[in-house]
Nanobody, 123 residues
Framework: QVQLVESGGGLVQAGGSLTLSCSAS????????MGWHRRAPGEQRELVAA???????NYADSVKGRFTISRDNAKNTWYLQMNSLKSEDTAVYYC?????????????????WGQGTQVTVSS
């Protein structure tokens, strides 16, 4: 059974920094893409940052230049470094992974999600 566990959320003042971590555990064959999403109160969930296995990254326009996604493949862990935080960054942040597992000797791919971690930026 695969599990994604997030950490690093909290309360920070505007202009400050936080780093979120997401660790994947279980019998994972590979992870083809890792991501961070967020849902602000009253809003739909949006993609914040994504990292493909070939190293390609993608960021929401609202976080470009402030947020950085990175990974540690050996640990099946990825990070979201958030700098120059703004009040509008306040949201629940979720990590995601497009991963492959073996199920009855068959390779199965699917997207899994973390439980979410609250980030609150005070102005």
């Amino acid at each position: 059974q695969v599990q994604l566990v997030e950490s690093g959320g909290g309360l920070v003042q505007a202009g400050g920094s936080l780093t979120l971590s997401c660790s994947a555990s279980g019998k994972i064959l590979d992870i083809s893409a890792m991501g961070w999403h967020r849902r602000a109160p009253g809003e739909q969930r949006e993609l914040v940052a994504a990292l493909i296995s070939d190293g390609t990254t993608n960021y929401a326009d609202s976080v470009k230049g402030r947020f950085t996604i990175s990974r540690d493949n050996a640990k099946n862990t990825w990070y979201l470094q958030m700098n120059s935080l703004k009040s509008e960054d306040t949201a629940v942040y979720y990590c995601s992974a497009d991963l492959a597992v073996l199920h009855d000797s068959t390779r199965v791919t699917y997207t899994d999600w973390g439980q979410g971690t609250q980030v609150t930026v005070s102005s």
